[in-house]
T-cell receptor, first 114, second 114 residues
Framework: GQNIDQPTEMTATEGAIVQINCTYQTSGFNGLFWYQQHAGEAPTFLSY????GLEEKGRFSSFLSRSKGYSYLLLKELQMKDSASYLCAVRDRQYGGATNKLIFGTGTLLAVQP | DADVTQTPRNRITKTGKRIMLECSQT?????MYWYRQDPGLGLRLIYYSFDVKDINKGEISDGYSVSRQAQAKFSLSLESAIPNQTALYFC?????????????FGDGTRLSIL
């Protein structure tokens, strides 16, 4: 089966850096996505990793280690608007490698404080 | 205008009623999905469709049905609604030609069954 774990909640200070971890267990890993979701709104895409290493996009970076079943999302220079849930989602080849079906974690609710 | 449009945005109804949630997209994507989101459970896949004549069950399809009327339209029905179907429902789309691209979500339908 599949299992994705993320911390339920995190708190950080405006201007600081925060790292949100995600661990996963899948039978056929085929890519990992991070989404941001503000309360009551649609999830929006942040980053995608399929190979080991760091992907950087402005203030946001995402890291993947396939051997450890581990990813993190790094948010720098935190702003109040970054307060949201961050969803880790894994594509599993068990469902067919090119089908783009995702398994979502339950999300990490980040609160940015002044 | 939104690329993925869900109607209605909010709905309150009674147990036993038939309900249809509609999703339309202007992105030209061939793949469409219905998810529900519950507190603490994350996004769970109900049904998905890779083309007009293709319908597939997700992990929680019981009590739901779908119809893919056209490439741009994918509707979700609750034949006889029950209170535990109260949730936030999202439609999403993705592009087969770019399987590494993310799913794009509509703004959601908040459904309450009394």
């Amino acid at each position: 089966g599949q299992n994705i774990d993320q911390p339920t909640e995190m708190t950080a200070t405006e201007g600081a850096i925060v790292q949100i971890n995600c661990t996963y267990q899948t039978s056929g890993f085929n890519g990992l996505f991070w989404y941001q979701q503000h309360a009551g709104e649609a999830p929006t895409f942040l980053s995608y990793n399929v190979l080991d290493g760091l992907e950087e996009k402005g203030r946001f970076s995402s890291f993947l280690s396939r051997s450890k079943g581990y990813s993190y999302l790094l948010l720098k220079e935190l702003q109040m608007k970054d307060s949201a849930s961050y969803l880790c989602a894994v594509r599993d080849r068990q469902y067919g490698g090119a089908t783009n079906k995702l398994i979502f974690g339950t999300g990490t609710l980040l609160a940015v404080q002044p | 205008d939104a690329d993925v449009t869900q109607t209605p945005r909010n709905r309150i109804t009674k147990t036993g009623k038939r309900i249809m949630l509609e999703c339309s997209q202007t992105k030209g994507h061939d793949r469409m999905y219905w998810y529900r989101q519950d507190p603490g459970l994350g996004l769970r896949l109900i049904y998905y469709s890779f083309d007009v004549k293709d319908i597939n069950k997700g992990e929680i399809s019981d009590g739901y049905s779908v119809s893919r009327q056209a490439q741009a339209k994918f509707s979700l029905s609750l034949e006889s609604a029950i209170p535990n179907q109260t949730a936030l429902y999202f439609c999403a789309t993705s592009d087969r030609q770019n399987s590494n691209q993310p799913q794009h979500f509509g703004d959601g339908t908040r459904l309450s069954i009394l």
